[in-house]
């Protein structure tokens, strides 16, 4: 299984700013997602970080929005751009060795715009 | 919505009861993978089950998978205190770049 490190673990910050999650995985890995979880829900996809290219955006998540990036195959980052209070939620990196197999995730940054 | 349906959407038991959680999700599946999550934190992988399979085990948690009604169940026995967070299904769909799609989740609250 893999192990992964999200940082940071929480923050509270101003709207208009910006924050970047940085996800670090102990091995390579195939596949990095990004999730979001509202207060109180599921889990939703918000892009498949794609490695060495741009990620793949699901339907409600743009890029200017959320730019990720993925420099190799053990790291990620998520930045959320112009916070305002509806960015607040949970956000999760997961990573898998491919289709079909188990995913693993990080512990999660826990953010709140004020 | 691919999403899949959780229920029930929230479980109060008595320690030492058992628990069963039940999903059901609308296409064909790769497999389908459940997770518990404590008090807002990362997730935790519990059991990945493939479509051709109909049971697997894992210490005290069993999952059933039944294809044809498009359904799973978590089973948890002999439950603890420390059994208490919130379970999510996730399904694993074909072609789908290995996007899993997660149920709405099953709140467990396990009382001493």
């Known amino acids: 299984s893999a192990v992964i490190s999200q940082k940071p673990s929480r923050d509270i910050c101003q709207r208009g700013t910006s924050l970047t999650i940085q996800c670090q995985v102990d091995s390579q890995v195939t596949m990095m997602f990004w999730y979001r979880q509202q207060p109180g829900q599921s889990l939703t996809l918000i892009a498949t970080a794609n490695q060495g290219s741009e990620a793949t955006y699901e339907s409600g998540f743009v890029i200017d929005k959320f730019p990720i990036s993925r420099p190799n195959l053990t790291f990620s980052t998520l930045t959320v751009s112009n916070m305002s209070p509806e960015d607040s939620s949970i956000y999760l990196c997961s990573s898998r060795q491919g289709a079909y197999t188990e995913a693993f995730f990080g512990q999660g940054t826990r953010l709140t715009v004020v | 919505s691919q999403q899949g349906e959780e229920d029930p959407q929230a479980l109060s038991i008595q320690e030492g009861e058992n628990a069963t959680m039940n999903c059901s999700y609308k296409t064909s599946i790769n497999n389908l993978q459940w997770y518990r999550q404590n008090s807002g934190r990362g997730l935790v992988h519990l059991i990945l089950?493939?479509?051709?399979?109909r049971e697997k085990h894992s210490g005290r948690l069993r999952v059933t998978l039944d294809t044809s009604k498009k359904s799973s169940s978590l089973l948890i026995t002999a439950s603890r205190a420390a059994d208490t967070a919130s379970y999510f299904c996730a399904t694993d769909f074909y072609n789908q770049g290995g996007k899993l799609i997660f149920g709405q989740g099953t709140e467990l609250s396990v009382k001493p």
């Open positions: 089950i493939r479509s051709n399979e």
